[in-house]
């Protein structure tokens, strides 16, 4: 079963991206910021990162630039807020496989993160 | 107990009248089918012009049921909206607006006997997924007119698994037209908004360009006329702000118009003695002192200039009746036209004419100070000293 990790500092969309994923018959984990998320990537070795940019603790891209110091090349999709071309341009940067923007529109999210995992 | 549906919705309707903002009232109709209808979950699509998609905006009930705001959106070419808007879908509803689960199955079948179109199998296909993915089990589209405005979703009811029933679904179709109504109002106050909002810039840009032909007429008010309207402002500010004197709420915007079309009668002037550098005949000075006269004459036929005319016309008259061209003595003089006076009389002494040079700030202002009460309004004098004490002007 392929393992994707949701990270984002909201509740809300954890579980609910929580209960859309496992229906999709995904291991899916949560984390509500940075340094949760980084615990588990290291921990659990997820194949693939819903990452979001905003977040209380730490931005997206200082989770990014952390991991790949670390030299760790998982999977991330970065999800962001606003169509801010300096993030998409450090997020491409730092090597991510895609990048969305909220609102999503959820059939799209879902062939994105399929196409990775599969 | 069995819920007062009528009673709920004529609550729902008086919020509605006394909520502007439709996101206020659609968010106390999500808490209301929440808490009264009992639904695990409500969310409602609204239809987002920038992003020419519907997006959930606003959502409430159980974590992990229920949709985050600002998460989700929907194109237009999306099935869960097209079975709203297309017209070929029109008749699976047999009249109903709403769309409960159950109600695709029939429709598929029902499909089977009109037709066995793929597209709308398909369509009909990814309906039930999508509301399947969303835990959502009734949808009630909001329309106005014919175009669809929102849509509300609703997930199942939370008190037994039994289906919404009739009454309920009723109840709920009244309350999307509510916020379809709330969303249509908003929309009709927002553009009545920006239509004032044209007018007055395009009325301010008129003024603005009325008030450059006279400079293009006359090199002296070039720059003179923008100062003149920066002084009276100000001085209308510290007015305010010392509480010297009750000013009309509108008084500060009249005067910026009176300040920018306080000389505009110079038009009526002839060019060569507007521009005679050597001294002026006494005939030549009486036609320049009939300028208040012309700008009130040009003004006059236009009811919005009515309350600035009074600053155009006396803004050459004097506080102990010696001016032109009534020769209004003291609280006849009408304040605008005092404070223009004040403002038109500063620039004029600091700023250079070919017979003359202009005079160093510091006297003009002694100037203005030693006459306040005889050529000047003291209260508008006084606002104005205070301001230079302070170094504003």
Partial sequence: MSKLLIVDDEQDVREFAKNFFVKRNIDVRTAPGGAEALKLIDEDKPDLVLLDVRMGDMTGIEVLQELRAKGSDVKVIMVTGVEDQDVIDEAKSLGVVNYVHKPLALDELEQIVLSQLN | ?393
């Fill in chain 2, 1 to 393: 107990m069995q819920l007062n549906y009528k009673k709920e919705l004529e609550n729902a309707s008086r919020s509605m009248i006394l909520v502007q903002d439709p996101k206020v009232l659609i968010r106390l109709i999500i808490r209301l089918i929440v808490r009264k209808v009992k639904a695990d979950h409500a969310g409602i699509l609204l239809y987002d012009h920038e992003k020419d998609s519907y997006v959930l905006t606003i959502s409430g009930g159980k974590t992990g049921l229920k949709i985050p705001p600002g998460f989700a959106k929907f194109g237009k070419g999306n099935s869960l909206i097209k079975i709203f808007t297309d017209k070929k879908f029109r008749p699976f509803f047999q009249g109903q607006n709403t769309l409960i689960v159950d109600d695709l199955n029939k429709m598929v079948w029902q499909q089977g006997v009109i037709g066995d179109e793929k597209e709308i199998k398909e369509t009909l296909h990814d309906v039930g997924c999508q509301m399947a993915m969303f835990n959502v089990v009734a949808c009630v589209p909001a329309y106005f007119r014919d175009n669809l405005l929102a849509l509300l979703l609703l997930g199942k009811k939370s008190t037994s698994d039994i289906q919404y029933n009739e009454e309920e679904m009723d109840f709920l179709s009244a309350l999307a037209s509510d916020v379809a109504m709330a969303i249509q109002n908003a929309q009709l106050i927002d553009d009545l908004r920006k239509e004032v909002e044209r007018n007055k810039s395009l009325f301010i840009n008129t003024v603005l360009s009325l008030a450059s032909t006279i400079e293009a007429k006359d090199k002296y008010t070039r720059g003179h006329t923008e100062r003149v309207t920066k002084y009276s402002l100000m001085i209308a500010d510290e007015l305010i702000r010392s509480k010297a004197i009750d000013l009309p709420k509108s008084f500060r915007e009249n005067l910026y118009i009176a300040g920018l079309l306080h000389d505009i009668g110079k038009i009526g002037v002839p060019e060569n003695v507007l521009r005679k550098e050597s001294g002026l005949t006494d005939e030549e000075f009486s036609q320049i002192k009939e300028h208040p006269i012309h700008g009130a004459e040009i003004l006059k036929n236009l009811p919005e200039f009515e309350q600035c005319l009074e600053g155009v016309k006396f803004h050459h008259e004097r506080y102990d009746g010696r001016g032109y061209p009534q020769g209004l003595k003291g609280d006849e003089i009408p304040v605008i036209a005092a404070v223009v006076a004040v403002a038109d009389t500063y620039d004029a002494m600091t700023s250079d004419r070919t017979y003359r040079k202009a005079l160093p700030k510091e006297a003009a202002i002694q100037e203005i100070e030693k006459n306040a009460g005889i050529q000047f309004n003291p209260i508008a004098a006084k606002a104005f000293v205070d301001l230079c004490s302070r170094q504003e002007i």
